[in-house]
């Protein structure tokens, strides 16, 4: 979290190009949306890290899941115009893997839930059989956009429903028709030739260097306990 959040004020300074970027979460833990401080108290009594998101929505758990980040600028168009045109690159890219993503409907049933994967808003995607598959959230600072989403690609399911007490979100390697495309590096490769086509960018790979961790650890986002 607290590298997106550089990410997207280094960007916002103009001293950083746009990101696209990907990962994972070891060891598991719940990240809250921003304006989320209402949360089970047993929560703090689990073995897990409870971070707070730069971005809003809702609770959650990651436990394998993979997850992007997009920080840009200047995109047109309304809030919901500038999710769904982020959004197409994982659409097209879970396509080329033989999965088909659509856009969520649900509205004024979000609020009721701690968990972010039991509504699906026009922001997110579900897959065939209506169940949500991608959760994204958004923050803006003036014309910079920081994106980012999770999409389950392994769960815990007695976990999920320990914490949530509803059913886990649809794990997409599931529903990978080929075993082949099913490894975490094939995925983030389709996604990345797909982001590379829609958005019409070259990609240079590029790790952060020490003085640009040194400087993230200075401005941590906060964890809660």
Same mark, same amino acid.
């Given at each position: 979290? !607290?590298?997106?959040?550089?990410?997207?004020?280094?960007?916002?300074?103009?001293?950083?190009?746009?990101?696209?970027?990907?990962?994972?979460?070891?060891?598991?833990?719940?990240?809250?949306?921003?304006?989320?401080?209402?949360?089970?108290?047993?929560?703090?009594?689990?073995?897990?890290?409870?971070?707070? &998101?730069?971005?809003?929505?809702?609770?959650?758990?990651?436990?394998?899941?993979?997850?992007?980040?997009?920080?840009?600028?200047?995109?047109?168009?309304? &809030?919901?115009?500038?999710?769904?045109?982020?959004?197409?690159?994982?659409?097209?890219?879970? &396509?080329?893997?033989?999965?088909?993503?659509?856009?969520?409907?649900?509205?004024?049933?979000?609020?009721?839930?701690?968990?972010?994967?039991?509504? !699906?808003?026009?922001?997110?995607?579900?897959?065939?059989?209506?169940?949500?598959?991608?959760?994204?959230?958004?923050?803006? &600072?003036?014309?910079?956009?920081?994106?980012?989403?999770?999409?389950?690609?392994?769960?815990?399911?007695?976990?999920?429903?320990?914490?949530?007490?509803?059913?886990?979100?649809?794990?997409?390697?599931?529903?990978?028709?080929?075993?082949?495309?099913?490894?975490?590096?094939?995925?983030?490769?389709?996604?990345?030739? !797909?982001?590379?086509?829609?958005?019409?960018?070259?990609?240079?790979?590029?790790?952060?260097?020490?003085?640009?961790?040194?400087?993230?650890?200075?401005?941590?986002?906060?964890?809660?306990?």
């Amino acid at each position: 979290m !607290a590298v997106d959040n550089w990410l997207l004020e280094k960007h916002r300074q103009g001293n950083h190009p746009s990101t696209l970027r990907f990962y994972t979460w070891f060891p598991s833990a719940i990240s809250l949306g921003y304006h989320q401080q209402d949360y089970p108290q047993f929560w703090q009594k689990l073995d897990l890290d409870i971070v707070s &998101r730069p971005t809003g929505g809702k609770a959650v758990l990651h436990q394998g899941d993979l997850t992007y980040t997009v920080v840009t600028s200047s995109v047109p168009g309304k &809030r919901w115009e500038v999710y769904k045109y982020i959004c197409q690159f994982l659409i097209d890219g879970w &396509r080329s893997l033989g999965v088909n993503l659509d856009y969520g409907t649900a509205v004024k049933e979000y609020a009721n839930h701690h968990n972010c994967f039991a509504t !699906a808003t026009g922001a997110d995607l579900i897959a065939e059989n209506g169940q949500k598959a991608i959760g994204s959230a958004q923050l803006r &600072r003036r014309n910079a956009i920081l994106q980012h989403g999770s999409m389950t690609l392994k769960d815990n399911y007695d976990l999920f429903i320990k914490i949530f007490n509803e059913p886990a979100p649809q794990n997409l390697l599931t529903i990978i028709p080929s075993s082949e495309n099913r490894a975490i590096p094939k995925i983030v490769e389709a996604l990345t030739e !797909a982001a590379k086509d829609w958005f019409k960018i070259n990609l240079v790979l590029q790790p952060l260097s020490l003085e640009e961790w040194q400087d993230i650890l200075n401005n941590p986002v906060s964890v809660r306990y």
